[in-house]
């Protein structure tokens, strides 16, 4: 058995489910051990550098499975990529895409990749790291806001997309004659946002994972403060941030889940009227259910902790002109009422067993003084009624 095959698609030993791990955006193919769905279509996913991948279509019939490296059609030329998926799952990414058949070129796949496309592959991707390098510094003498982020070379270096990001506007119509007299290659520029360009880099977030936008994430929602005030959470720009230095994604995630919770939450402009003074809502435990109430409103004194429903029965008692005596009491009754301590009904020692007297216990030495001393009645009354005969010798009569 051979014991380099990845066994995680449910057993699937085909070399469509062996796991070449793919850095970003991989795509797990669960239908792949269906052979209805494989022969379904002949359209392929191909992914290339980074996070940019494509479709095209396998009119060859060739024998692709997940893992093989191919090379497809370009403008102008071939491009050299990894096939990320075949079968029924392209149709179901093509569709979350928004790939359009009608309004896109259809591009093919020619064939696998030789050797000789391989050793021009690895080539062109020698050049990427010097030539952002010089393209920044292009971009700097010619005074243009904007800046370089990532060079992809195509897989037979007649081409080369370069990643830039700015905040405006830029005309790179000279830039583009520059770089094109320098690097003796077609070129292509492409606008990218802040949260893309931290994808393509990738990266570990403060959560201990991989990026989300380097690892799953393909749409960018747009996020807002308003994300952090809904969940009540520090309104701090160095922990709000991520990799790309904007609002992180992640504070999405469970922003309906809060914004559900508080629903019937009181205001928190709404003070609560006691005898001993006015408190006024500093904090909340949204999950929990429990907000903290101050007798001052830029710190905390005399903080008290009481559950939603008891604010909105003390906010209905000041409406109508009654103030509560002290809103802590109150709580511990509730909570008397609803739940019961553990430890305090039947105590730590709960779970230990009773030692009880053995049967066959000896009396000590006190008690066994103590004791009567036997009668002969007594003694002949224990005697037992049967006695067993003494064997006699032969000698004696």
């Known amino acids: 058995m051979d014991q380099h095959l990845d066994t995680s698609c449910g057993g699937c030993k085909k070399k469509a489910c062996n796991s070449q791990k793919l850095d970003k955006l991989n795509t797990f193919d669960w239908l792949c051990d269906i052979p209805e769905a494989q ?25 692709l499975q997940k893992g093989d490296v191919v090379a497809v059609e370009a403008t102008p030329g071939h ?9 029924a799952l392209v149709l179901k990414q093509m569709k979350k895409t928004h790939y359009r058949f009608e309004q896109t070129e259809v591009k093919r796949v020619y064939r696998k ?27 700097e003498d010619l005074k243009l806001n904007m800046k370089i982020g990532d060079v992809e070379y195509q897989g037979d270096k007649n081409k080369a997309i370069f990643y830039y990001i700015a905040d405006d506007r830029v005309d790179f119509r000279q830039l583009i004659k520059v770089l094109a007299e320098t690097f003796r290659v077609r070129i292509e520029m492409k606008q990218i946002g802040a949260r893309q360009e931290a994808g393509r880099i990738g ?33 701090n720009p160095q922990k709000l941030a991520g990799q790309c230095a904007k609002l992180k994604c992640c504070l999405n995630y469970e922003m309906d889940t809060y914004v559900e919770a508080q629903k019937d939450f009181p205001s928190k402009d709404i ?28 710190f905390l004194a005399n903080e008290v902790s009481i559950p939603v429903e008891r604010a909105k029965q003390v906010i209905q008692l000041n409406r109508k002109g009654i103030q509560v005596e002290n809103l802590s009491e109150a709580i511990e009754q509730e909570k008397q009422s609803d739940f019961g301590d553990i430890l305090t009904e039947d105590g730590l020692t709960r779970f230990d067993t009773e030692r009880k007297p053995s049967r066959n216990r000896k009396p000590k030495d006190k008690e066994r003084r103590k004791r009567p001393t036997q ?15 003494k064997k006699r010798r032969p000698d004696q009569p």
């Open 79 to 87: 491009d050299i990529g990894t096939v990320t998926l075949t079968g």
């Open 113 to 139: 990749a030789r050797p000789v496309d391989m050793e021009k592959f690895e080539e062109a991707k020698a050049l990427e790291h010097d030539t952002m390098l010089r393209s920044r510094k292009i971009a």
């Open 271 to 298: 003070p609560l009227e006691t005898k001993d003074g006015s408190y006024y809502l500093v904090k909340t435990d949204i999950l929990k259910r429990i907000l903290i109430y101050s007798t001052n409103k830029d």
């Open 39 to 63: 022969n379904l279509t002949d359209w392929i996913e191909v992914q290339f550098k980074n996070t940019r991948k494509g479709y095209y279509l396998n009119s060859n019939k060739l024998d």
């Open 375 to 389: 009668t002969p009645e007594s003694d002949t009354a224990n005697k037992p009624r049967f006695e067993k005969p």
């Open 203 to 235: 990266g570990v977030g403060p959560c201990g994972r991989e990026l989300c936008c380097s690892s799953w994430m393909t749409n960018f929602s747009s996020v807002s403060t308003s994300s952090a005030r809904y969940q009540d959470l520090s309104l």
